[in-house]
């Protein structure tokens, strides 16, 4: 692939974001950077990441719907671009902070299935081996800082985290990640303000998939560019078509750059769309059958993977070796899970507590 | 391969019970995973719930009952 003229890889049907939300938007092909402009390796890793979201988020919505898995779910099905690219973009080393709609972010950033899942159905070998549910997922080893259950609650907690970061002399970095709710909210624009005056190394990841969990975007912001609002704070403010990986890496690039160079923070909107509504099993009455229809259209995930195969830089058989892969992870995971014993009620005050004996009953 | 067991699925987050309101593959019928084999009503939605795996259904749930969620209505016993 390197080297390769990469004029041709995009399909000139291409959805663009334009026609799937009506917003004006970032997704002239002109303006992306090409896949040419990635290594080989980036690009592989980068699908490789987006087919296990797309894969661990499919099982558990088919093991839900048939009774096979009790628990509750926020699909992030449709946003697999976002995460991978930041995956692919941080050290080991970097922090997140994320939300309930947080599978595709935990997998980008390298927790394994295991804990994910473990957590989600309640059993010990789950994150916070069990007790904290889908909505509380945190893996510290890997970066992992706090799943969040409160629309707009992560941006602060990231704020601390990254001034954390600042005042230690390390050069990591902090994403946190939320959607286009959260930035209706006082403490993401708190942790935006003070992020910025502050030039802490913090990505403020938007992931705008045009609903805060019922309502539109434009019934709830004057503005049409949630990244119009980095200006308010003195800080960088970048739209992006959230279903597209390449343009996804050199933005996140860019950012998370600008961040460990001690140069600020950056707010990245990275439009895209939930394919499956806001918890699982909504029945979407709310979204335009139309709008459904293009945004089903534009699933990240295949189109990555017909420009992958278009270009040349993989074949079909690669990619059907790499979706193979992953439907083992998570068959292999899944089935740990359930074989692991449920969390114990000796849990309940575990890491609650430094010394439980003084604390009111 | 261990039979699948049928439980009333958590279809929706703020629910913890629905009704049984049609069963869409006879007793003793086979069924392959993927194909529609029984109907619940939660909040006056009804939802066609999809068969977990394959093999012969065995039903112990009844239609017009109440279940938590979670509850055992049935088997699809493994074949072969």
């Given at each position: 692939?390197a080297?390769?003229?990469?004029?041709s890889?995009d399909?000139?049907?291409?959805p663009?974001?334009?026609g799937?939300?009506?917003?004006t938007?970032?997704?002239d092909p002109?303006d992306?950077?090409?896949?040419?402009?990635?290594?080989?390796a980036?690009?592989?890793?980068?699908?490789?990441?987006?087919t296990?979201?797309k894969?661990?988020?499919?099982?558990l919505s088919r093991?839900i719907?048939?009774?096979?898995?009790?628990?509750?779910?926020?699909?992030?099905?449709g946003?697999?671009?976002?995460?991978?690219?930041?995956?692919v973009?941080?050290?080991s080393?970097?922090?997140l902070?994320?939300?309930?709609?947080?599978?595709?972010?935990?997998?980008?950033?390298?927790?394994?299935?295991?804990?994910?899942?473990?957590?989600?159905?309640?059993?010990?070998?789950?994150?916070?081996?069990?007790?904290?549910?889908t909505?509380?997922?945190?893996?510290?080893?890997?970066?992992v800082?706090?799943?969040?259950?409160i629309v707009?609650a992560?941006?602060?907690?990231?704020?601390?985290?990254a001034?954390?970061?600042?005042?230690?002399?390390l050069?990591?970095?902090?994403?946190?990640?939320f959607?286009d709710?959260?930035?209706?909210?006082?403490?993401?624009?708190?942790a935006?303000?003070?992020?910025?005056?502050?030039?802490l190394?913090?990505?403020?990841?938007?992931?705008n998939n045009?609903?805060?969990?019922?309502?539109?975007?434009?019934?709830?912001?004057?503005i049409?560019?949630?990244?119009?609002r980095?200006a308010?704070?003195?800080m960088?403010?970048?739209?992006?078509?959230?279903?597209d990986?390449?343009?996804?890496?050199s933005?996140?690039?860019?950012?998370?750059?600008?961040?460990?160079?001690?140069r600020?923070?950056?707010l990245?909107e990275?439009?895209?769309?939930?394919l499956?509504?806001?918890?699982?099993g909504?029945p979407?009455?709310?979204?335009?059958?139309?709008q459904?229809?293009?945004a089903?259209?534009?699933?990240p995930?295949?189109?990555?993977?017909?420009?992958?195969?278009?270009?040349g830089a993989?074949t079909?058989?690669?990619?059907?070796?790499?979706?193979?892969?992953?439907?083992a992870?998570v068959?292999?995971a899944?089935?740990?899970?359930?074989?692991?014993?449920?969390t114990?009620?000796?849990?309940?005050?575990h890491?609650?507590?430094?010394?439980a004996r003084?604390?009111?009953? | 391969?261990?039979?699948?067991?049928?439980r009333i699925?958590?279809?929706?987050v703020?629910i913890?019970?629905?009704?049984?309101?049609?069963l869409?593959?006879?007793?003793?019928?086979?069924?392959t995973e993927?194909?529609?084999?029984f109907?619940i009503?939660?909040?006056?939605?009804?939802?066609?719930?999809l068969?977990g795996g394959?093999?012969?259904?065995?039903?112990?749930?009844?239609?017009?009952?109440?279940y938590?969620?979670?509850e055992e209505?049935?088997k699809?016993e493994?074949?072969?």
């Amino acid at each position: 692939m390197a080297g390769t003229p990469n004029d041709s890889t995009d399909p000139p049907d291409q959805p663009g974001l334009t026609g799937l939300t009506g917003l004006t938007g970032s997704s002239d092909p002109d303006d992306r950077d090409d896949l040419a402009s990635l290594a080989p390796a980036t690009a592989r890793r980068l699908y490789e990441l987006m087919t296990l979201m797309k894969t661990a988020d499919d099982r558990l919505s088919r093991g839900i719907s048939s009774g096979e898995l009790l628990t509750v779910y926020w699909p992030s099905r449709g946003q697999e671009a976002i995460a991978a690219a930041m995956g692919v973009c941080l050290r080991s080393d970097d922090q997140l902070v994320t939300t309930y709609r947080g599978l595709h972010d935990l997998i980008g950033k390298g927790v394994g299935l295991v804990e994910i899942y473990g957590e989600m159905l309640g059993r010990q070998v789950g994150a916070s081996r069990g007790k904290g549910g889908t909505m509380h997922i945190a893996s510290p080893g890997v970066g992992v800082m706090l799943s969040t259950g409160i629309v707009g609650a992560g941006p602060p907690v990231a704020v601390g985290l990254a001034m954390a970061a600042q005042r230690l002399g390390l050069d990591r970095v902090v994403v946190a990640s939320f959607g286009d709710g959260a930035t209706n909210t006082g403490s993401f624009h708190e942790a935006a303000n003070m992020a910025a005056l502050w030039d802490l190394p913090l990505v403020l990841l938007c992931q705008n998939n045009l609903y805060a969990e019922m309502t539109p975007t434009e019934h709830t912001m004057k503005i049409e560019h949630v990244a119009d609002r980095a200006a308010g704070y003195g800080m960088p403010g970048t739209r992006v078509d959230g279903n597209d990986p390449v343009a996804l890496v050199s933005a996140v690039t860019e950012a998370v750059e600008r961040a460990r160079a001690g140069r600020g923070p950056t707010l990245l909107e990275c439009v895209t769309f939930r394919l499956r509504g806001h918890y699982f099993g909504d029945p979407m009455a709310y979204i335009p059958a139309e709008q459904l229809a293009a945004a089903t259209e534009a699933d990240p995930v295949l189109r990555f993977r017909a420009r992958l195969v278009g270009s040349g830089a993989c074949t079909a058989g690669d990619l059907d070796t790499i979706d193979a892969a992953a439907v083992a992870s998570v068959e292999e995971a899944l089935a740990t899970v359930l074989a692991a014993p449920p969390t114990a009620l000796t849990e309940i005050d575990h890491d609650v507590y430094a010394d439980a004996r003084n604390c009111p009953a | 391969m261990a039979d699948f067991v049928v439980r009333i699925p958590r279809v929706s987050v703020a629910i913890s019970e629905a009704e049984l309101v049609d069963l869409l593959v006879a007793d003793g019928a086979p069924v392959t995973e993927g194909e529609p084999l029984f109907v619940i009503a939660t909040d006056k939605v009804e939802s066609e719930i999809l068969a977990g795996g394959t093999g012969v259904v065995r039903w112990s749930g009844s239609i017009g009952t109440v279940y938590e969620i979670g509850e055992e209505i049935g088997k699809i016993e493994a074949t072969g």
